[in-house]
């Protein structure tokens, strides 16, 4: 783990990896220090901004004594439960390229924890990470220029759900109706990092 001031009032934890990052996120997020005001996690970083530039050294200590032996899965903030009509696009050439078949990626998808590693490229779009590495498949040679929002797909190590229209390049294998993104909801994106998800085939 690697700290760096990050502005006057935030620093930068870098990782080593995803696993690292979204167990340090856990176990930060869990025993927050009342001096921190936001934890911004990514692929092999977290952002945590604190309230005042003279909380920098007390906040950097706090960050050295976390742990992340006693974090877990049941320790996640909330759990979102995902309705999919597994329809997409992609879906026969995901079943090809993983050795599944359409039928066994649904089956993939569906049995088992997702959990949001972080969030980004448009608002309400939540990174997912599972424990089934059968599902990594790489991004499509060719991005669209238009994903419908609601289209569930695959990329990488990550699973995730367009919230609105946008160009994309991950493998579509579903459309969910669930909305992503909210404004009048608090908070407004349905996946916060950190929360687990579960696909449900419908």
């Known amino acids: ?7 006057d009032r935030a620093l930068l934890i870098e990782f080593d990896g995803l696993d690292a990052a ?8 869990a025993d ?6 936001d934890l911004v996690p990514a692929a092999r970083t977290i952002l945590v901004r604190y ?13 050295r004594t ?9 320790d996640a903030p909330s759990t979102v439960q995902i309705p999919v009509r597994y329809d997409g696009p992609d879906l026969a050439e995901v079943g090809a390229l993983t050795g599944l078949g359409a039928d066994g990626v649904v089956a993939a998808h569906t049995s088992q924890i997702w959990t ?3 969030g980004g490229f448009s608002p309400g779009f939540g990174y997912l990470v599972g424990a089934d590495t059968r599902l990594h498949v790489p991004r ?29 390049g991950w493998q579509l294998i579903g459309t969910t109706a ?7 909801r608090d908070p407004p994106a349905l996946l916060q990092p950190g929360a687990v998800v579960t696909f449900v085939a419908i």
């Open 1 to 7: 783990m690697r700290i760096l001031d990050a502005g």
């Open 140 to 168: 499509r040679a060719t991005p669209r220029t238009a994903v419908p929002a609601g289209a569930v797909g695959l990329a990488s190590e990550f699973s995730g759900i367009y919230p609105r229209s946008s160009p994309g």
């Open 178 to 184: 669930e909305q992503l993104w909210n404004v009048d």
């Open 22 to 29: 979204l167990a340090h996120y856990r176990a930060l997020e």
């Open 32 to 37: 927050r220090h009342p001096e921190v005001i």
């Open 116 to 118: 949001v590693a972080f």
């Open 51 to 63: 309230r005042h530039r003279t909380h920098r050294e007390r906040v950097a200590a706090w960050l």
């Open 66 to 74: 976390v742990t992340t032996a006693a974090t877990h899965i049941s």
